[in-house]
């Protein structure tokens, strides 16, 4: 099983140095934002099992970046750092789907055991999610509930028609499939037009840098 990736939102350097130092030291794959934009951007490229939220951030707001996140996503574990004097923030954090909240300053083991309960809680909660909403081959990965495909941590655009072919390749590894089968799969009984089409949207597929493992 490969490491939890934990993703850092936090302006002030020195906190999240020493975040980083002490959750690598326990395992986990870990990377940092230091503002609220730059957080969002790396929240949608990668894959997260936790995040941990400053509150007070430039850019974009802890606060507004949750609201955010919650939006499409309810399942990712989200603790909120706060200052003490942010009891509103706290609140309203609890209320937009935050996981959890620690106050600043903490003491670590708190919070390393704070991330603990908030992981067992996910996979209490969702048994083999992960396994379940992932379609992996090596080292790409395909979500079809959220429509994201993933080599490693880098996120691969495709467009919907390339997205359900790659979903049934994925789906049917290791079996040769005709391109009549795969047309009918993934471009419906009502399609008329060539089936070279499967070698041109694979070839679409290739050039994304994605090998659709069963074509022969
Ligand atoms: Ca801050």
């Given at each position: 099983m490969s490491n939890q990736r934990v993703l850092i939102v936090e302006d002030e350097v020195k906190i999240a140095r020493v975040l980083q130092l002490e959750l690598e030291h326990e395992g986990y794959e870990v990377s940092k934002a230091t503002d609220g934009l730059e957080a969002l951007a790396a929240y949608r490229t990668g894959a997260w099992d936790l995040i941990l939220l400053d509150v007070m951030l430039p850019g974009m707001s802890g606060i507004d970046l949750l609201r955010r996140i919650r939006a499409?996503?309810?399942?990712t574990p989200i603790i909120l750092l706060t200052a003490k004097d942010e009891v509103k923030d706290k609140v309203s954090g609890l209320d937009l789907g935050a996981n959890d909240y620690i106050t600043k300053p903490f003491q670590i083991e708190e919070l390393l055991a704070r991330i603990r309960a908030a992981l067992r809680l996910r996979s209490a909660r969702s048994p083999l999610s992960n396994e379940q909403e992932w379609l992996a081959v090596g080292n790409l990965k395909l979500n079809e509930k959220t429509r994201e495909v993933l080599r490693e941590t880098d996120r691969i655009e495709l467009t919907p028609r390339e997205f359900d072919l790659l979903v049934y390749l994925m789906k049917h590894q290791r079996q040769v499939l005709t391109r009549e089968q795969i047309v009918e799969a993934?471009?419906?009984?009502d399609y008329f037009g060539d089936t070279n089409v499967v070698d041109v949207y694979v070839r679409y597929l290739r050039k994304k840098s994605i090998k659709a493992t069963s074509q022969r």
């Open positions: 499409d996503d309810l399942h993934v471009w419906g009984f």
